[in-house]
């Protein structure tokens, strides 16, 4: 089993739908857990940083963090075309270590 | 006012050739990391200095030879590259107090 399990996708969603991506994980030591954005031919660019279990908004971006059954989610709200991009989850067991992504998922905002 | 700036952008070159690769960054962190991400674009961790001394190397062959002149610049260079080497590197850096990483632009790399 990997590490970092995400659904590389590709997911299509017409403008304004919600979003919901997902990744499961299998080390429990993992304590910080990270959403990045990748737009093509760019490098990731961090969209959510989580600490623990639990929730944080920021703007149309809510992560989610359950360490009990080892799952992470990112809701995007009111999805734009400019969300189209893949979206990694990236999580690490202790400060300034490696981080450890999943594959990314795909996601394609039609407008 | 670029944060992590990579050089070169491209780099196209011929199996068995040596190249490197240069990171820099101006945000005064302390961490520095390369990546590597396929074409499956998994991204996955190389090496990562801190202070200019190595703390993360992962199983990676030994053609491949981080060097960190100070804290603001990493640089990679690759012996002998072979057609699997092909991929595009990333360098990210943090400021070990946090795990927040800042990803350069990637060094899409082609070994025909």
């Known amino acids: 089993q990997k590490e970092v399990e995400q659904d590389p996708g590709p997911l299509s969603v017409p403008e304004g739908a919600i979003v919901s991506l997902n990744c499961t994980y299998s080390n429990s030591a993992f304590q910080y857990f990270m959403w990045y954005r990748q737009y093509s031919r760019k490098g990731p660019e961090l969209l959510m940083y989580?600490?623990?279990?639990g929730n944080k908004e920021d703007g149309r971006f809510t992560a989610q963090v359950d360490k009990s059954s080892k799952y992470i989610s990112l809701f995007i709200r009111d999805s734009q075309p400019s969300d189209s991009a893949t979206y990694l989850c990236a999580m690490s067991h202790s400060r300034g270590t490696a981080l450890i992504f999943g594959k990314g998922t795909t996601l394609s905002v039609s407008s | 006012d670029t944060a992590v700036s990579q050089t070169p952008k491209y780099l196209v070159t011929q199996m068995g050739n040596d190249k490197s690769i240069k990171c820099e960054q101006n945000?005064?962190?302390?961490?520095m990391y390369w990546y590597k991400q396929d074409s499956k674009k998994f991204l996955k961790i190389m090496f990562s200095?801190?202070?200019?001394?190595?703390?993360i190397n992962e199983t990676v062959p030994n053609r491949f030879s981080p060097k960190s002149p100070d804290k603001a610049h990493l640089n990679l260079h690759i012996n002998s590259l072979e057609l699997g080497d092909s991929a595009v590197y990333f360098c990210a850096s943090s400021q070990a107090v946090t795990d927040t990483q800042y990803f350069g632009p990637g060094t899409r790399l082609t070994v025909l």
């Open positions: 989580t600490y623990s279990s």
């Open positions: 200095y801190n202070n200019k001394e190595l703390i």
């Open positions: 945000l005064g962190h302390d961490t």
